[in-house]
């Protein structure tokens, strides 16, 4: 019978006996290349994983309390018709310097852009703002239309210059006029999180039939299959393991067991379940 003591020669035998693991004991009674075709106990996953995105592009926003980081009312004074003016945001401990608060308004080192509330004060003449990162020349679009003698604010996005700038923004005026600009949140990369990984295991016996008898895992709801393995008894044989696909999404493992019409042969398939950490 395949996969049982009866198959297996003395060298095998010798080789089994001395075996530290259940894996090596299996192995050794099937023979180093795996017997008659067969797998050893532990599987070898196949599983590519999925792609989460790009950390450079795919941003976590986080919110934060309207803070002050320029006021051209406060330092400077208005931005010139056709003037251009440059800031900083995440490399200063204060923006006091900008007309701004005396904090760094919870702005963590090397963000990737700006919400901001962008308010233009009393301008000389209709005309727009434009922000755009210190590096990149001015695009043609607008971040805030204003009319001349109003107070008008709207909200946008900055992208920012990074790392090592001696700025990170620039404000464009078409007109002349003061600019306050309060922070509103952030963009920057995700931080780097270890997976939330589980053991899901089932076990039991073949039933009292000959040829191969095939038993699976499944992984709890939520989670992807990223290895796994089968074993039994002294005397199981494993012909095939391997992760359990559904709809593309390994969702479990499974193996096909050599089952006996000798003796009811104990099982175990177990297999490593992951996700990534979030509510």
Not at 22 to 30: D, I, K, R, Y
Not at 37 to 61: C, F, H, I, N, R
Not at 147 to 162: F, M, P, T, V, Y
Not at 180 to 201: K, N, R, S
């Amino acid at each position: 019978m395949e996969g049982t003591l009866q198959s297996a020669d003395i060298s095998n035998l010798e080789l089994a006996a001395s075996a530290t693991s259940f894996e090596q004991m299996n192995a050794a009674l099937l023979g180093a290349g795996g017997g008659s075709g067969m797998a050893t106990a532990k599987g070898a996953p196949d599983v590519q994983p999925t792609s989460l995105g790009a950390p450079g592009e795919d941003l976590v926003y986080t919110p934060l309390n309207p803070c002050r980081i320029v006021d051209t009312r406060v330092v400077g004074g208005p931005i010139a018709a056709n003037g251009t003016r440059s800031f900083k945001s995440y490399t200063t401990t204060d923006f006091t310097s900008q007309g701004g608060e005396t904090s760094n308004c919870n702005l963590p080192q090397n963000v990737s852009a700006l919400t901001v509330k962008i308010t233009s004060v009393y301008p000389a003449n209709d005309g727009y703002f434009t922000a755009y990162p210190f590096n990149e020349a001015k695009p043609l679009a607008s971040s805030l239309n204003y009319s001349a003698g109003l107070i008008l604010s709207d909200e946008s996005h900055i992208r920012l210059c990074r790392p090592a700038c001696p700025s990170e923004f620039n404000v464009y005026s078409y007109a002349q006029s003061e600019v306050v600009i309060d922070v509103t949140g952030y963009f920057i990369e995700p931080e780097a999180t270890a997976l939330d990984c589980t053991i899901a295991q089932e076990s039991g016996s073949l039933a009292l039939l000959s040829g191969l008898q095939t038993k699976d895992v499944q992984c709890p709801t939520g989670y992807a299959a990223t290895g796994g393995g089968c074993g039994g008894v002294l005397g199981i044989g494993v012909s095939n393991s391997e992760p359990m696909v559904v709809s593309g999404q390994p969702v479990g493992w499974q193996c096909d067991l050599v089952g006996s019409l000798l003796s009811v042969l104990g099982y175990q398939v177990n297999a490593t379940c992951c996700r990534v950490p979030g509510r």
